[in-house]
């Protein structure tokens, strides 16, 4: 049962444009949510994150929307610059245990940008 | 500032043979630490965690092991590897919120 889910395995975006990844979850005791942008052959380094008490968190060209109802955020990036080509994860976690616990990872996005 | 070592960078294995993979945390101290493994074609699966010395949770049954001899130490082991072991293998610390990853190490078992 995929807790985390990124429907879109890629997206294409012209330079330039508005990027959005969208992210689905299912548990409603999540309460943190990440995301991150991985390089091939590296390690996800950490782009943004949001708490469940917001509903839109904005650093620089990233900005990212929680929609608690339908357990639903998304990553905006504008513009889209060619650097920003990478696989982008979505990630969440429940503090309720302390926060030790790991990060429940969706399979991420492909994104493309096209000059 | 912290940083992440992983090594090695690469490991190619025969099926069978054992598996040790180190990851050492510097500049913080009592750390929550993980392994993560990226199978391809799939997202980041949580192995381990360890919030500290000898202190060490599976999230899922396989094969290997973790170990945490020393405070930013942790040790990603198997006896005998099989070929679905193959991925992406990253160890993270935590701030909390935030995870922090390592580079990462690619075995390839054949």
């Known amino acids: 049962d995929q807790q985390v889910k990124q429907n879109s395995p890629s997206l294409s975006v012209q330079e330039g444009r508005i990027s959005i990844l969208n992210c689905d979850y299912t548990n409603s005791m999540f309460d943190y949510f990440l995301w991150y942008k991985k390089y091939p052959a590296e390690g996800p380094t950490f782009l943004i994150s949001?708490?469940?008490?917001?509903d839109k968190n904005e650093d620089g060209r990233f900005t990212v929307f929680l929609n608690k109802s339908a357990k639903h955020l998304s990553l905006h990036i504008v513009p889209s610059q060619p650097g920003d080509s990478a696989v982008y994860f979505c990630?969440?976690?429940?503090?309720?245990?302390?926060?030790?616990?790991?990060?429940?990872f969706g399979k991420g996005t492909h994104l493309i940008i096209q000059p | 500032s912290q940083t992440i070592h992983q090594w090695p960078a690469t490991l190619v294995q025969p099926v069978g043979s054992p598996l040790s993979l180190e990851c050492t945390v510097e500049g913080t101290s009592n750390p929550n630490l993980y392994w993560y493994r990226q199978a391809a074609g799939r997202g980041l699966q949580l192995l381990f965690y360890?919030?500290?010395?000898?202190?060490i949770s599976s999230e899922v049954p396989q094969n290997l092991s973790a170990s945490r001899p020393q405070d930013r130490q942790f040790i990603l082991s198997s006896k005998k590897l099989l070929l679905s072991d193959s991925g992406f293998y990253l160890c993270?610390?935590?701030?909390?919120?935030?995870?922090?990853f390592g580079p990462g190490t690619r075995l390839t078992v054949l």
């Open positions: 993270a610390w935590t701030n909390y919120n935030e995870q922090f």
């Open positions: 949001i708490s469940s008490i917001k």
């Open positions: 990630a969440a976690s429940d503090h309720s245990g302390g926060g030790a616990d790991g990060l429940t």
């Open positions: 360890s919030v500290g010395i000898g202190q």
